[in-house]
């Protein structure tokens, strides 16, 4: 129960402050009214005394329910977001047999690429507090690895359970762009990004990458290109400029990380102005239980 108050809130929580107005004049502000001495009273007095005090809580409880009720006590429920002016991302990570080399991470130098791409993407998605995100993986194949969601804890443990040839040695990075439009086609936001992610030359897709670009720009998709050592940088320069995005090259782990955290202020979300909070409001309780007080007062004040 005492933790369920500290929960409580007020809309208004300066109108409280009338309770501590009304304790100040009914102790200093008492009206001055005429004394009569009457004798033989005294068997009045008990029975007296007992309606005062009753007369007085009531009176009290009118007045300090009141003023809770119009300080408007609630509880705040959840927040929801309002989706359509927030931004869609789709990570397309590279996980074909190349990303095994080694040497991307100067510091360890036998970490492969893939492990150090999965420190940056974990590191990249919990910035995105308000964005939708989605992860798709491809080699010989394509897979969506997750679907968009704003659970971004469960995001970084599937990336923990990603590895290099999940769905095969090969590349077919156009086909995973292909994949990333299908998830975004529907999606209502006003901004819908792809992060595309790879270290070598495509050797397995399917549909042509004329194809692809002209859903992209159907559709409104921008890519960022994020190229690792010496991968196909004319396509992926091609990619990000039909779509209006950006390519980037990455030689180490540090340019990585700078590449997504430019991506990351790039990309800023304005859906911070667009939260619609839940909340239970509470007031009917005291104001019920003012009407009920006040009622009795009246009852009792006409009793007398």
Sequence with gaps: MYNYLLTIKFEYPYLLLLILLFIFCSIFCKAKIPTYIMPH???FEQSRHKSLLLTTILKYLVIFCSIIALSSPYKQLDTQIIKNDGIDIVLSLDTSGSMNEKGLNTENQNENRFNVVKDIVKDFIPKRVNDNIAIVVFGTSVMMATPLSFDKEAQKEIVDYLEVGIVGDRTAMI????????????????????????????????????????????????????GIGNSNKIILNQISKATNGKSYIAYSKDDLRDIYNEIDSLEKSKIESNKITLKEYLFFYPLFLAIISLILYIYLKNRE
């Design 175 to 226: 086909d995973s762009l292909a994949s990333s439009v299908n998830i975004l086609k529907t999606s209502k936001a006003k901004s819908k990004i792809v992060i595309l992610l790879s270290d070598g030359e495509d050797n397995a897709s399917n549909i042509p990458l004329e194809v692809v670009i002209k859903l992209l720009e159907k559709y409104s998709i921008k890519v960022y290109t994020v």
């Design 41 to 43: 009273l005294n068997i």
